[in-house]
């Protein structure tokens, strides 16, 4: 299985595009995200899945039930092969969000059908931040509420931190997705990147990051990378680096 989503995080159109032409479908699918479809829009999305690519619409919808309902079921037009809600949104708009994705694939037939997910708490939350909107307790705490609130609504999963999954297969533990960013290569990983990465496994701005190795050991269904691809001399060879360190780690999980 193809565990690797490559996260298109680009304010160039042309960059963007320029990269998912040296990628290869069975190496990673592709997140598209509020940047680059508010630049871009419906047209790269068909571009990138004529292309051969699995699209996450990563656009994080957060409104009434109705509203949401009806943007899900204009991705899910699109053929993406998943799009995702604040979970923070509530039962009524979980409901309506994945009847609008069930109704669009029996319609229409997507092709396997889109799949929905769950943003539980941002990663850039902690305590006080929480604190601040007025929710007084520990992010863990919430994550694990709306994890359940996502796993209720029958969600297929949730994006989270790799430090939450061992959480979230306590709430959920079959056929619930979990979809990690916040993932860094080692240096010195079973694949080694050596000089094929002029990025190297620098954190950026993630916080208590795994590396892709421990990510699929400690249960990650998906992992979200993006800059140590993007930004790499040679992406494609970042990629198959990282693809064969996953299908290593898939193996020791399995066995
Ligand atoms: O470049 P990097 O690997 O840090 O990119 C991670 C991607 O995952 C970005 O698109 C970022 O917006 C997204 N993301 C994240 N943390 C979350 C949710 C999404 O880093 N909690």
């Known amino acids: 299985m193809n565990r690797i989503i490559t996260a298109l995080d680009f304010a160039d159109v042309s960059k963007a595009q320029e990269l998912v032409d040296r990628l290869e ?46 943007a899900v079921e204009a991705a899910a037009s699109l053929g993406v092969w998943m799009v995702n809600v604040h979970a923070s949104g509530g039962p009524a708009m979980l409901n309506a969000a994945r009847d609008a994705v069930k ?24 305590r006080d931040e929480l604190s601040a909107t ?15 609130l996502a796993r209720q609504a029958a969600l297929d999963g949730v994006v989270c931190s790799p430090h939450e999954v061992g959480l979230i ?3 959920a533990k079959n056929n619930f997705l979990t979809i990690t960013p916040g993932v860094r290569p080692d240096p010195a990983s079973a694949v080694p990147l050596g000089n094929i990465s002029s990025h190297g496994g620098r954190p950026d701005d993630q916080r208590r990051t795994l590396t892709p190795f421990d990510a699929i050991l400690a249960g990650s269904d998906f992992l979200v990378i993006g800059r140590p691809i993007t930004q790499a001399a040679s992406p494609i060879d970042v990629l198959a680096a990282l693809a064969a360190e996953v299908q290593i780690a898939s193996a020791q999980a399995a066995g």
């Open 25 to 70: 479908p069975s190496l990673t699918r592709l997140k598209i995200g509020n940047q680059l479809f508010t630049l871009a829009g419906p047209a790269f999305v068909e571009r990138c899945q004529k292309a051969g690519f699995d699209v996450f619409l990563d656009l994080k919808y957060h409104d009434i039930p109705n509203t949401v309902a009806s």
């Open 134 to 148: 007025g929710l007084d307790i520990e992010p863990a705490d919430q994550v694990a509420r709306l994890a359940t």
């Open 103 to 126: 109704q669009y694939d029996r319609d229409a037939a997507t092709g396997g059908g889109t799949r929905i997910i769950g943003v539980t708490v941002l990663t850039s939350f902690d």
């Open 169 to 171: 297969r306590s709430i």
